[in-house]
């Protein structure tokens, strides 16, 4: 049995007992998102995952990158995006106003669902979005089973 | 690395209203001694879809991404949607709203505006009577 903790939906500790509730899932726990860890409330780079019958196709939005400011790896079925934001605003001899762009190193793993090829893989990069295909090892691609009519 | 486009910047305010529901795209907004520079992320969209006007000190921004194929198979994780941005801001009157410049490029859209002469800081020398 495992441990869970009750929120009451009202009275006087309610709120405080969500709020607790939300730093222990920050710091202690991580969430699982069906492909890999997710930190509570901010992950980078915003990642859609699709796959078809041949591939698997990673989408990232990574606006303001170049291709210099990015790796990709793939180990085993482990997709690596990794990289550097570049700094937004000059560091001198400026009035900042506003500034909601993060900068800075990023690192984000993906375990993809099956076995891939990754010496195939194949990865762009058009206008802040990175896209990275991984083809599916034959064993990973579904296979039509021919159905029989019992004798 | 990627180029950077010219976005025309438009007069008219046919696009001045902001869509049912959309985006807001992250921007820094800094001042240099000579002009101001608004830099807005909207990945996935392209010049083409880029929309920048100008009126009565009022700066819209829109930008529409491609449509997306609809040949996706299994979606595995979403955490993006696709889907329109917009933002506007109330530039201060003084600036010289038709020498603006925007650029885009790798999804993000920079606009430069120059500060008219008068703005310019100006060094007060000290005279010792």
């Known amino acids: 049995m495992g441990i869970r903790s009750w929120v009451p939906a009202a009275g006087p500790f309610a709120e405080l007992q969500r709020q607790m509730n939300r730093v222990f899932d920050s710091v202690f726990g991580r969430e699982l998102g069906p492909l890999g860890p997710m930190r509570a409330g901010y992950v980078y780079p915003p990642t859609n995952v699709w796959e078809t019958g041949d591939v698997y196709v990673v989408e990232c939005e990574v606006p303001g990158l170049e ?11 482990q997709l690596t995006v990794s990289g550097r934001r570049p700094e937004t605003v000059p560091e001198a001899g400026v009035t900042l106003h506003r500034r909601e762009r993060d900068s800075g190193r990023f690192s984000r793993a993906l375990t993809l669902p099956g076995p891939v090829n990754g010496g195939a893989t194949e990865a762009t990069l058009s206008d802040g979005r990175l896209t990275v295909r991984v083809p599916k090892t034959e064993e990973s691609k579904p296979k039509r089973v021919t159905i029989q009519a019992a004798s | 690395m990627a180029k950077t486009v010219d976005i025309p910047v438009e007069r008219e305010s046919a696009l001045r209203e902001p869509p049912a529901s959309y985006f807001v795209p992250a921007t820094d907004i800094y001042e240099t001694p000579d002009e101001l520079v608004l830099a807005a992320e909207m990945p996935g969209v392209k010049a083409d879809g880029m929309d920048v006007t100008v009126e009565d000190s009022v700066l819209v ?19 993006f949607a696709s889907g329109e941005y917009y933002r506007a801001f109330q530039l201060p009157a003084d600036f010289d709203t038709a020498r603006i410049q925007a650029t885009l490029k790798q999804g993000v859209l920079t606009l430069r505006l120059p500060k008219s002469e008068r703005m310019k800081p100006k060094r007060i020398e000290v005279k010792v009577e």
Not at chain 1, 71 to 76: D, I, K, R
Not at chain 2, 64 to 78: C, I, Q, Y
């Open chain 1, 67 to 77: 291709m210099e400011d990015l790796e990709v790896y793939v180990t085993g079925d």
């Open chain 2, 61 to 79: 921004l829109r930008g529409r991404p491609r449509a997306e194929p609809e040949t996706r198979g299994g979606v595995l994780l979403k955490e």
